[in-house]
């Protein structure tokens, strides 16, 4: 069935390589007769009447949240704030005069998020979760549900869920784009595609990302994640799944950061893993490896076809550039992975963490 592992050794590695067939089943699962995406008349109703989205989420369902506001705001052009849904409820912006919300959950269990959603329907605002459950508390609760398709996911540490979301998100925001007369210059669902079949190559070159983990993460204390724009987010996702399951220190900051105060802590043989997968950042990216690399950094370079340099540790398949969050978060989940069973550590059920908090 869906929930045994199978001849995996751990329901995350699994997990990692159902990426692919997750999105295809996303792209026929939002697509209509026509083959054309479609999105339920009253999800876009409630888009459309909106003057400012506001997304809420927590762990890896937030970082989704970051990606999906640029898609939102390029492709349906609505402004979007994303919160993290424990703070939200201490420091609530001024809400706009038509809000919507949207809840982002992987399990639509988690209680901080739960937290808000009671109180903005207090407020009278309605509400859009993108879940992954079916009948959860957070989709019960919602005005509307977007579901994510993905079958369940067992491994504390998420992975599918979150490409998942962005597939979603990209989606959402192309079809409410399209209903307000803002057309995409390409076919989403044929880039769609092709990422599910980039995601396929990168999950055949596991050695590649198991030795990436050996080489820079089997005895480090910590390490850096550096990105700009979209790598950002994608950075912060990748520290956060290498702090979960291999306790490694893990931190995911942007490229122009570095300079005001982290470049303090790089020391010979710090690892720093920067992504470059969009061309308008690549060279100031690449001025942020040399900068840490002039102080004893030991880079790791992801960098995008098209735009990689000799050197580059690992170069992944050219995607669509605003889709490139859905590929390049596969590297850095693989080699979490591996760091992760390199350090002996249980990948499944790391220490201190549960797949759903409950409480707040
Ligand atoms: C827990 C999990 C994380 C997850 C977060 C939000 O902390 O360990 O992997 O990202 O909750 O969960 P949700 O189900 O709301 O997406």
New binding site residues.
């Given amino acids: 069935s869906d929930i045994e592992k199978g001849t995996y050794p751990h329901y995350m590695l699994k997990e990692i390589d159902e990426q692919p067939p997750v999105m295809r089943k996303i792209i026929q699962r939002y697509q209509d007769d026509q083959g054309e995406l479609t999105i339920d008349q009253p999800i876009l109703d409630a888009m459309n009447a909106s003057d400012r989205i506001y997304i809420i ?5 937030y970082h989704a949240g970051l990606v999906g506001k640029q898609f939102i705001e390029k492709m349906a052009k609505i402004p979007v704030e994303v919160h993290i849904s424990s703070e939200f409820v201490y420091n609530m912006p001024m809400l706009s005069e038509k809000p919507l919300f949207i809840f ?7 209680a901080d ?1 739960r937290a808000v959603l009671v109180e903005v329907k207090e407020m009278g605002h309605k509400a859009i979760t993108i879940t992954n459950v079916p009948g959860s508390t957070l989709s019960r609760e919602a005005n509307y549900t977007l579901l994510l398709h993905a079958g369940p996911e067992i491994a ?3 992975t599918k ?1 979150y490409t998942a979301q962005l597939a979603v998100l990209s989606i959402l925001a192309a079809v409410t784009g399209k209903s307000r007369g803002h057309e995409l210059n390409f076919n989403l669902v044929q880039e769609l595609g092709i990422v599910a079949n980039a995601m396929e190559v990168l999950c055949d070159e596991k050695e590649e990302f198991e030795r990436i983990a050996r080489e820079f993460l089997s005895t480090t204390r910590n390490a850096f994640f550096i990105g700009r724009s979209l790598d950002f987010y994608v950075g912060l996702e990748g520290a956060l799944k290498l702090k979960e399951i291999s306790y490694i220190q893990a931190e995911g900051f942007a490229g122009g950061e570095l300079k005001h105060g982290t470049i303090a802590l790089i020391e010979e043989g710090t690892p720093v893993i920067a992504l470059s997968t969009q061309e308008y950042v690549n060279l100031s990216i690449r001025g942020n490896v040399k900068e840490v690399v002039a102080r004893g950094a030991n880079p790791c370079i992801i960098s995008m076809e098209g735009l990689n340099s000799e050197g580059d540790s690992f170069v992944i398949p050219e995607v669509n550039p605003i889709l490139t969050p859905l590929i390049a978060v596969i590297p850095l989940q693989l080699i979490s992975y591996y760091a992760a069973l390199h350090r002996d550590c249980d990948v499944d059920k790391p220490r201190n ?5 409950t409480v707040e």
């Fill in positions: 989420a927590a762990g890896t369902s982002i959950s992987q399990s639509g269990e988690t998020s504390v540490a998420s869920a963490l549960a797949k759903s908090v």
